[in-house]
């Protein structure tokens, strides 16, 4: 259970309930709430975060825990597709709270346009957190004396961008002990206690669909040192087994993997984890050190076995870098996930069902199959109103992950199509009996029985809810 603070906080950082998918019954940790907390906490302020999804809470016992925290101030955080649920929890907690900030990716993008969809927000933190929320909360207790800090945005005064942490080494790590860290849980995740991690921010490359706004273009990573501290500090005290690293580049610079693994392998840690990789980021003699040094799943954004598509989206990769990617982790004994999308402009079914059977002989692991989403501010989303690539909608909310409906659909599709040619990749890939078989032979060789069990169950559910091809 979270410990309680004596006395009144002075800010609750909150998070609504889940309500449907793996979200709500596998939660991850608020990762961007948590670094906040730390550099409120650094800064002597009193925070409390109620994490509903991490503490199993229901709309009702939420409530009643923000209620009893009795915070003063109370910030929140959201993606765009999320923008539904933001609009919920801003109206849960207005009356419970003087002020409310909100923070992330959707308040990031949207700024002015975010203040007036959400009229009872006070103030917004553009990009990343810690300091301007650091700054908010002395300009309020200062009764709003001159303008508002960098990074904070308040209707009718003037906004400053603030300057991203240079150094990420000097950020506090995320404050796991706001949290029941030990109720998270991951659907890769094979051994007791996880948590989440980012070790490095930004990417420079410039894939169309790609949404950068809190992070931006520059790449900023921590010291190996540092990393291997937080995973130690992981591991020894919170006897946490398994970690995943959301780095959006975790191998861009292949020097930095292989102190970080150097690192793990001298200290002697035992802790499992997984990263995000491009597929020009991991070659054989890596991915064996990575593995080594405990690596146990990479998910590369391997899209399309399409040149021409990869192109389209400016991957800046090759199939063939896929290919020998997913060969040089499945050799290191390295399992592989691989993130592949249906529906690019200049693809048709049939360009579709080419990855699909490049997927089945790849040997990869596991694959995330995703409709191509465009979001706001990214090129896709400015070729698709330009080419008049969006489905005609009603739904607030068109690009919810829950809906998992077609947002944009391109010449050759039709949206009955985009969901079809869904269904079959992952009925193509997922339903052969030898697939079925190395998996059920990989789950008692290594263990891994219920991490695979868990994956099957949502996969079948997504399959059925879909309904079959
Ligand atoms: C990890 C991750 C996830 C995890 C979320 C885990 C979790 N609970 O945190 C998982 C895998 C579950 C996930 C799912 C999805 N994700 Co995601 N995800 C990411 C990723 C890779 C990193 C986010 C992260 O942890 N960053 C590290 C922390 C430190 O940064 P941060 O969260 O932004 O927080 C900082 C600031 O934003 C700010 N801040 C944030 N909140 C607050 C609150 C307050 C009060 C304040 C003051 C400041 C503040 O301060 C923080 C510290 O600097 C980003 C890519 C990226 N680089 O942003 C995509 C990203 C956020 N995801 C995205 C999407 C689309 C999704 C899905 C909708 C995908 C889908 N179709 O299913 C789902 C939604 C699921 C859901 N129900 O919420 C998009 C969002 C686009 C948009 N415009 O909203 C991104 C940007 C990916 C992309 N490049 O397009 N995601
Ligand atoms: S998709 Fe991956 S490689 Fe491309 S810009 Fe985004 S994070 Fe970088």
């Known amino acids: ?26 939660p991850l940790p608020p990762l961007g709430l948590l670094y906040v907390a730390s550099a409120l906490e650094a800064a002597g302020v009193r925070v409390v975060v109620v994490d509903a999804p991490g503490e ?46 909100l923070g992330g990716v959707h308040a990031t993008r949207f700024r002015e346009a975010a203040l007036e969809e959400f009229p009872d927000v006070d103030a917004l933190v553009v990009g990343e957190g810690e300091e301007p929320a650091v700054a908010l909360m002395e300009w309020w207790a200062q009764a709003n004396r001159g303008a508002p800090p960098p990074g904070v945005l308040v209707r009718g005064q003037p906004f400053t961008p603030a300057t991203p942490p240079p150094c990420l080494d000097d950020l506090a790590w995320p404050a796991r002990h706001l949290v029941p860290h030990a109720r ?18 930004g990417c420079p490359f410039r894939c169309t669909f790609c949404d950068k706004t809190v992070s931006g273009g520059g790449w900023r990573a921590r010291s190996a040192g540092d990393v291997v501290d937080e995973l130690e500090w992981c591991q020894r005290t919170l006897g946490i087994g398994s970690v995943c690293m959301f780095d959006d580049n975790f191998t861009l610079r292949r020097k930095r993997v292989v ?21 020009d980021g991991v070659n054989p003699e890596l991915a064996r050190l990575m593995a080594a040094a405990g690596c146990r799943t990479v998910a590369f954004g391997v899209e399309s076995a399409n040149q021409s598509s990869l192109d389209e989206l400016r991957k800046d990769q090759r199939v063939d870098q896929a290919e020998a990617a997913l060969a040089a982790c499945t050799a290191a004994g390295i ?3 691989a993130y592949v999308l249906v529906g690019i402009p200049g693809e048709g079914p049939k360009e579709s069902l080419e990855t699909l059977r490049f997927a089945q002989r790849s040997g990869v692991d596991f694959i995330q199959f995703s409709t191509l989403s465009p979001f706001p501010g990214t090129e896709l989303y400015e070729q698709a109103q330009r080419e008049g690539w969006f489905r005609e909608t009603s739904v607030r909310n068109p690009a919810d992950a829950e809906e998992r409906r077609a947002t944009l659909v391109p010449p050759g599709w039709t949206e009955a199509e985009l969901g079809r040619t869904l269904r079959k990749m992952y009925g193509g890939f997922y339903l052969r009996p030898g697939y079925l078989a190395k998996q059920a032979i990989r789950a008692r060789r290594s263990g891994t029985l219920p991490m695979r069990a ?3 169950f949502e996969v079948a559910r997504w399959y059925l809810r879909n309904g079959a091809a």
């Open 1 to 26: 259970m979270v410990s309680p603070l004596r006395g009144r906080p002075d800010i609750a950082l909150v998070r609504g309930p889940e309500t449907r998918g793996a979200m709500a019954s596998m």
């Open 56 to 101: 199993g809470l229901d709309q009702a016992a939420f409530l009643d825990r923000v209620r009893m925290v009795g915070a003063p101030v109370i910030g929140l955080s959201g993606m765009t597709p999320m923008r539904d649920r933001i609009a919920r929890d801003v109206a849960l907690v207005r009356p419970l709270a003087r002020k409310i900030v």
């Open 184 to 201: 998270y849980r991951y659907l890769f995740q094979t051994r007791p206690r996880f948590t989440t991690m980012i070790s490095s921010r």
């Open 259 to 279: 102190s970080i693994c150097e690192e793990i392998l001298r200290r002697g840690l035992d802790i499992e984890w997984k990263c995000e990789a491009r597929v």
């Open 335 to 337: 399992e592989t996930v």
């Open 454 to 456: 868990r994956l099957g």
